[in-house]
């Protein structure tokens, strides 16, 4: 069974520039999160979906981004536009809440370099 | 409020050696789950092991164990005979059960473990 994809691996660009990150969770998983993660915050969770609903996104740190989840197979996360302090390493996880909760599984993460 | 604390921030041991992993966690909840991660220098996050608040079994699985003990809020995690390939971030988490669901996950902040040959 394929984990799951994030793409790209890497991202670098210039601020001011908009960006996508891409993500297809593991099929049959239901719910969907973003993590962020950074030297100074840690693991911070960004915003997560349930049967491609938003559930909470109090984790968003402003309106330059932003989350869809168009279908079950695919999440977008995207920033515009770009800053320098957004530099950090974008997860994805998707997990299927048989009972109260389920466990997380991590994509391989989107490396993102602002200059 | 919920909170995960990995007071170790870098541990070295020499291969072989035994070493535990300490995590510390607040919650309000009765019902909650605990679970490791490991981050390997290559950068994903592998799941290790999820325990639920009921069960405060320890654990086992091959060279490493959990000791999961409610009455001090620690889940604590030993690695025996450690390896040069477990050196990696080992990240603590907690997931709380309220409104009927839940999957937020509270991250630790990690500790760096360094497995010297």
């Known amino acids: 069974d394929a984990g799951v994809i994030q793409s790209p691996r890497h991202e670098v660009t210039e601020m001011g520039q908009e960006v996508t990150l891409r993500c297809k969770p593991i099929?049959?998983?239901?719910?969907l999160f973003w993590y962020r993660q950074t030297m100074m915050r840690g693991l911070e969770l960004l915003i997560y979906?349930?049967?491609?609903?938003?559930?909470?996104d109090s984790g968003m740190p402003e309106d330059r981004f932003s989350a869809k989840m168009p279908n079950a197979s695919f999440s977008t996360l995207k920033i515009q536009p770009s800053e320098p302090r957004d530099s950090a390493v974008y997860f994805c996880?998707?997990?299927?809440?048989?009972?109260?909760?389920?466990?997380?599984?991590f994509g391989p993460g989107t490396r993102l370099t602002v200059l | 409020a919920q909170k995960v604390t990995q007071a170790q921030t870098e541990i070295s041991v020499v291969e072989k050696e035994d070493v535990t992993l300490d995590c510390v966690y607040e919650t309000r909840d009765t019902t909650y789950y605990l679970f490791w991660y490991k981050q390997p220098p290559s950068g994903e996050l592998v799941f290790l092991i999820r325990r639920n608040s009921f069960d405060e079994q320890n654990e086992i699985s091959g060279r490493y164990s959990w000791n999961f003990q409610k009455s001090t809020s620690s889940f604590n995690f030993t690695i025996t005979a450690s390896q040069v390939v477990d050196s990696a971030v080992y990240f603590c988490?907690?997931?709380?059960?309220?409104?009927?669901?839940?999957?937020?996950?509270?991250f630790g902040t990690g500790t760096l473990l360094a497995v010297q040959p």
């Open positions: 099929s049959g998983h239901d719910y």
């Open positions: 979906f349930n049967n491609n609903v938003p559930i909470d």
């Open positions: 988490a907690l997931s709380e059960a309220y409104g009927g669901a839940t999957n937020k996950l509270i």
């Open positions: 996880a998707s997990s299927f809440a048989s009972g109260i909760t389920d466990t997380q599984y």
